[in-house]
């Protein structure tokens, strides 16, 4: 079976989010068998520095056709994104040969495919993921919807990262989606320099995920570390994270809060944090290679994010994989995952209430059982049970 996956982008030193859920499914498939193909399409805008052009390279056993332009466009000029698509999947053809099912992800770049299943005569797999279309429908813009409508009108099967998110689809565009999680990535990549890509570049994989995660005891002594990984906006919630963590403290100060990542809402944050005076509690740690972050979970405590809206939550599912209990919010997609075993679910935006979960977690951490929050996840978000699922929904499109 071949198989090509349309993405957004391919994961790099500079730029390792871009394309990364679509990457990590592509090693998903390449790995249970399946022949793999990416064609990256990076429409980003010109201040995100990179190689720009089209070129042909093999990394980690998959072909690897990439287009980038600083057009700065994925929602707009559709006409002429669809040409430099059709364009590409041509060069697929031609070195790669024609594929069984394309798979597209995100509803503006299943937008940009749908001519492909018409030209090409290849059914199409279609995967949204996006917090754009993860509200009500008239808090959705109109160009988003048509292209939304596109996307699904093309793809002969769809899937959503979610139950929550499936529903939500469902309601907003008809659509029946079938769930299909988000792959959880068990092994890391070092990504070398962009302009050291060569036709075969060397890509340094090592397997760091532990079944048995070994985290320091809550003996009174160390200081309970509590650690949240997610980009700094505003839906993340980190203000009501903050606004929790405060009161926490006040129930036992022998804790700590560690932030991964980076983005525009840093500099309200650290206002914030100074403001409650949380500045020897709190550390921004900014924006960390997947390996980094898996150290700082690794010697955590418990992991929390009170995100207003998730569609999945691979961030969560990462710290699991450790073995650490989780306190999330009803915001979609942690639903599927997070349970009285494994961790607690607050309301979106309740401070309060998310400080309660966090000291009851404290209290109780004992009795959490590490093996059995890493083992759950494993089993149901490893590569080979996402891409068993994904190969079961193409073989329904096969001849």
């Given at each position: 079976m071949k198989v090509l996956i349309i993405s957004r982008g391919v994961p790099t030193a500079k730029a390792p989010l871009n394309?990364?859920?679509?990457?990590?499914?592509?090693?998903?498939?390449?790995?249970?068998?399946?022949?793999?193909?990416?064609?990256?399409?990076?429409?980003?805008?010109?201040?995100?520095k990179r190689f720009w052009g089209i070129r042909r390279y093999v990394r980690e056993g998959i072909s690897v056709f990439e287009l980038s332009l600083p057009t700065g466009v994925y929602r707009r000029a559709l006409g002429l994104l669809q040409f430099w698509c059709k364009q590409m999947y041509n060069r697929v053809e031609k070195h790669w040969g024609k594929p069984d099912v394309l798979h597209s992800h995100f509803y503006f770049m299943g937008a940009i495919a749908a001519q492909l299943p018409a030209l090409s005569g290849v059914p199409l797999v279609h995967t949204e993921h996006s917090s754009k279309l993860?509200?009500?429908?008239?808090?959705?813009?109109?160009?988003?919807?048509?292209?939304?409508?596109?996307?699904?009108?093309?793809?002969?099967?769809?899937?959503?990262?979610?139950?929550?998110?499936?529903?939500?689809?469902?309601?907003n565009f008809g659509i029946d989606a079938q769930v299909v999680p988000n792959v959880l990535a068990l092994q890391h990549c070092s990504v070398t320099k962009e302009d050291q890509l060569t036709e075969s570049p060397n890509h340094r994989l090592t397997n760091q995920i532990t079944e048995s995660p070994h985290h320091q005891a809550d003996n009174g002594i160390?200081?309970?570390?509590?650690?949240?990984?997610?980009?700094?906006?505003?839906p993340k919630g980190f203000d009501t994270l903050l606004?929790?963590?405060?009161?926490?403290?006040?129930?036992?100060?022998?804790?700590?809060l560690q932030i991964v990542g980076d983005g525009p809402y840093r500099g309200?944050?650290?206002?914030?944090?100074?403001?409650?005076?949380?500045?020897?509690?709190?550390?921004?740690?900014?924006?960390?290679?997947?390996n980094k972050v898996q150290e700082c979970l690794a010697n955590a405590h418990a992991f929390v994010l009170l995100s207003q809206s998730e569609t999945f939550g691979v961030s969560y599912i990462e710290a699991m994989a450790l073995g650490l209990p989780v306190v999330a919010t009803c915001c979609g997609g942690p639903s599927d995952f997070v349970n009285a075993t494994n961790g607690c679910l607050v309301p979106v935006g309740d401070a309060a209430k998310a400080a309660d979960a966090m000291c009851k977690i404290k209290a109780q951490y004992a009795t959490y059982q590490p093996q059995q929050i890493a083992n759950e996840v494993l089993q149901k978000y490893a590569p080979a049970s996402v891409a068993k699922q994904l190969i079961t929904q193409y073989q329904m499109l096969l001849p």
């Open positions: 394309g990364i859920f679509e990457w990590d499914q592509a090693l998903a498939l390449k790995n249970a068998n399946v022949d793999v193909a990416f064609l990256a399409l990076d429409f980003r805008k010109i201040t995100e993860n509200k009500s429908l008239d808090a959705i813009s109109s160009l988003d919807k048509k292209l939304a409508q596109k996307a699904f009108s093309a793809a002969s099967v769809i899937t959503a990262v979610s139950t929550a998110y499936a529903d939500r689809l469902h309601h160390t200081p309970f570390t509590w650690v949240s990984v997610g980009r700094l906006i505003q606004e929790a963590f405060a009161q926490t403290l006040k129930a036992d100060a022998n804790q700590q309200a944050l650290q206002t914030k944090i100074e403001q409650l005076h949380l500045t020897d509690k709190v550390k921004l740690l900014g924006a960390m290679p997947r």
